[in-house]
């Protein structure tokens, strides 16, 4: 048949498909499988052929370049699936190291493990996260091998589910779980925090309005299995409502006994200098009693020479709450901050201290040329720290008295550098980022999943 | 007696070998045009080829290896996608993957497809599709084509002609608006 194509149909006579084609390795596989199959009539669904198949080929472009890479022992029943990871609307990244990290996917609802990077990751989720249709509020991944997940009935789910707590000492493989029976509702939000074997969670009842007998502490000293409450805690709920994965440090235990906790809402400070509503906790006593730190900085600034003046009047600006609190001991902490004043925009600020909050230092303030929510500090100690403000990404190496600022491509909400070269980060539609060249470029991060046998339903 | 059967493989070959030589990139074209994931078209030819080595004796010659295999590989692919399984990991990738506006999965193909009438055609509807690239790609006579979907010379004609139409639209608009196609 004589056929008569456009130009764009004879485009299509040639396919190239980068990481993928008809393969020796693939010939090779299939005939190792035929070899395999006891009779003409046998089943060939996708388990038996995993299973038949011992190893997974994985096969992945490398800038541009064509990487393939055999894994070994691969589980029969698993399927590999590969793209861009992206995070969904609740998701989380928390790399432990350049190598070993989690992922909370799929808006909280999936959780994944990597031992290499972020190129490939395994599903670690709880069954019963999964079975009971439930979703992870929050979550502390304390090392590559542990993790704590506080699990919320997603609406819509069987009725009389409650919050449960999982946790995990095997990257994943086993997790124990306990009902949270005395938390308010499935709408609460809470607020989880670890610190060797104990661990405290928060009860924000964030819909009884302004009421400090609304938010409850509790507090674990088996692993999460019994819990006990502590005391109310010491701020209205409406500033600890912002108090959620955006703001990943409020609260931070330095000890089982000792932790600080920040609340990211202020009122306005007044002409004065005057500050009404405390900002930051500390606790001595494992958080049964929280006392405020008086001492921390007023916040007014000059419009005129954008700098920090402390109880005067002149070009005040809005405090707009710690963004995150960082604790490396009973005398050194860090507080970032943010401030907001009409027609001057935003203006990110660190304050640190190393007397235990009798005195406090500003870092010169960072001011993104845009505002986004997500303004972010990454601590790796008391004077390395990152911001993502705006589409830069800030960096000091002094505690904030100078900074160095890179501009993004690509719109960046939360970032966690392991070294000076790698880091990872997230965008605002969830996509996960690596770089690799200290923060200058990014590179969406291509990934493989292996999904595992019990994801098949039949 | 099959084709295969009686046919001297070459340098040698069995005859499974010999089928994967000749046509195992054509099967896997086809299923990664249908799926487009790369590993679910490793999957699915593999056991198209290991489906035709238990069915090689019932080959009849009367259609070409070539549509034979291809016509495995749509029903092979089918099969995939109603398996509830794949349906559910089809849907944790959308999940893994999706983003809001314009689908990672999408921008995924794009990656490893670079040609972008290739993106184009990979956007059409699964029944335009098909017959897209059995037409352009395998070189395929409308009367092949009718016969790997199992249907009429007729019915191939007229979906030829929507996925051409549908094709020249967009890419005489110049954009890649096929995101709704899906």
């Known amino acids: 048949m ?16 980068q990481g993928g084609g008809f393969s020796e390795v693939l010939m090779q596989r299939i005939l190792r499988a035929s070899r395999k199959q006891p009779s003409r009539n ?76 972020g190129a490939y990751w395994t599903v670690g989720t709880p069954r019963q996260l999964m079975s009971l249709a439930l979703k992870v509020q929050d979550e502390v991944f304390i090392n590559g091998r542990e993790a704590w997940l506080a699990a919320q009935p997603t609406d819509g789910s069987n009725p009389g589910t409650e919050w449960m707590l999982f946790r995990t000492t095997n990257a994943g493989k086993d997790w124990t779980s306990s009902i949270l029976p005395f938390v308010h509702d499935a709408s609460a939000q809470v607020k989880l925090n670890v610190s060797g074997q104990t661990a405290y969670l928060a009860d924000l009842n964030v819909r009884q309005g302004v009421n400090a007998s609304n938010v409850k502490l509790y507090q674990s000293t088996d692993g999460g299995v019994q819990w006990h409450v502590l005391s109310s ?3 209205n709920p409406n500033q600890f409502s912002k108090v959620t994965r955006d703001v990943p440090n409020a609260i931070d235990f330095w000890s089982a006994e000792n932790g600080l906790m920040a609340t990211p809402v202020n009122p306005v400070v007044n002409a004065a200098g005057s500050q009404t509503t405390p900002v930051v906790f500390s606790t001595s006593d494992g958080g049964r009693t929280w006392k405020p730190i008086r001492s921390f900085p007023l916040a007014v600034w000059s419009a005129k020479d954008r700098s920090i003046y402390q109880g005067t009047g002149a070009g005040m600006y809005q405090y707009n709450g710690a963004r995150s609190i960082y604790a490396e001991n009973g005398q050194s902490f860090a507080v970032g901050t943010q401030y907001y004043r009409d027609g001057l925009g935003w203006v990110d600020v660190l304050w640190t201290t190393h007397d235990g909050g009798d005195s406090w230092q500003a870092s010169r303030g960072v001011w993104p040329s845009a505002h986004i929510i997500g303004d972010a500090y990454d601590f790796e100690d008391m004077t390395h720290v ?23 491509k690509v719109q960046l909400q939360q970032v966690q550098f392991m070294n000076s070269k790698v880091g990872y980060g997230w965008s605002l539609q969830d996509i996960v980022y690596k770089t690799v060249d200290g923060g200058r470029t990014w590179q969406a991060l291509q990934t493989q999943i292996q999904l595992r046998n019990e994801d098949n339903p039949s | 007696m099959s084709p295969f059967v009686n046919h001297k493989p070459h340098h040698g070959q069995d005859p499974l070998s010999e089928l994967m030589h000749t046509y195992g990139q054509d099967v896997w074209n086809f299923a990664f045009s249908l799926c ?47 398996q509830a399984f794949v349906r559910r990991v089809t849907l944790v990738e959308q999940l893994f993957f999706a983003g809001e506006a314009r689908s990672a999965e999408s921008e995924a193909v794009d990656a490893i497809v670079t040609d972008d009438v290739w993106q ?53 608009g110049g954009g890649k608006d096929g995101e709704t196609a899906r």
């Open chain 1, 233 to 235: 805690a010491p701020v």
């Open chain 2, 120 to 172: 184009l055609a990979l956007r059409l509807p699964a029944k335009l599709r098909e017959v897209l690239i059995l037409y352009a790609h395998h070189q395929l006579s409308t009367a092949e084509i009718a016969q790997v979907l199992h249907t009429t010379e007729g019915a191939a004609k007229a979906r030829l002609h929507r996925a051409r139409t549908k094709m020249k639209e967009w890419l005489e």
């Open chain 1, 386 to 408: 990152d911001l993502i403000a705006g589409q830069r990404l800030y960096r000091t190496q002094d505690g904030g008295r100078q900074w160095t600022s890179i501009p993004l």
């Open chain 1, 2 to 17: 004589a056929k008569q194509q456009d130009e764009w149909e004879s485009r299509l006579s040639d396919l190239h498909v």
């Open chain 1, 42 to 117: 046998r089943s060939l669904r996708w388990k038996s052929l995993s299973a038949a198949v011992a190893m997974v080929m994985i096969v992945g472009a490398v800038g541009g370049g064509l990487l393939r890479q055999h894994h070994q022992g691969a589980a029969p029943g698993t399927l590999t699936v590969s793209g861009p990871l992206v995070l969904g609307n609740g998701g989380t990244l928390h790399m432990v190291d350049a190598s070993t990290g989690w992922a909370l996917a799929q808006g909280g609802t999936q959780v994944l493990h990597t031992n290499n990077g």
């Open chain 2, 36 to 82: 487009s994931k790369r590993e679910l078209a490793d999957d699915i030819t593999q056991d198209v080829f290991l489906k035709a080595f238990r069915h090689l004796d019932t080959f009849r010659g009367q259609s070409s290896a070539k549509t034979w295999l291809l016509s495995i590989t749509r029903n092979t692919v089918r099969d995939y996608m109603r």
